[in-house]
């Protein structure tokens, strides 16, 4: 935080208020929790670092793998998809 305040005090500003604000939000579009799961499963295969571990990897381990993370998101599937925390500061700060 004090990182923060001298970077904003450096540019010109005061009076900095930095407030904790943390929420869940949710991912998976569906209508029903498989299609969440299935959903997201395929951003996970898409991008990040699943997906770059498993790139270069067998179409077997692929399909291993895609049968347990399909497994693990269902079982954390909820009515309005798979809640991931987020955390964030809201800063306010006066010229």
């Known amino acids: 935080m004090n990182r923060l305040r001298d970077v904003l ?10 407030q ?4 869940p939000f949710y991912l998976g579009r569906g209508a ?6 299935e959903d997201v499963m395929e951003q996970v295969f ?10 270069a990897q067998s179409e077997g381990i692929n399909a291993r793998a ?3 993370i399909r497994a693990a998101l269902l079982n954390i599937a909820g009515d309005e998809g798979l809640e991931v ?10 010229a």
């Not at 904790?20 to 929420?23: H, I, M, Q």
């Open 9 to 18: 005090a450096a540019a010109g500003f005061g009076a900095a208020e930095l």
């Open 20 to 23: 904790p604000f943390s929420t």
């Open 32 to 37: 029903i929790r498989e299609a969440m799961a």
């Open 46 to 55: 898409r991008v990040g670092p699943v997906a770059r571990l498993l790139e």
């Open 66 to 68: 895609r049968v347990a």
């Open 85 to 94: 925390g987020g955390a964030t500061w809201i800063v306010t700060a006066r």
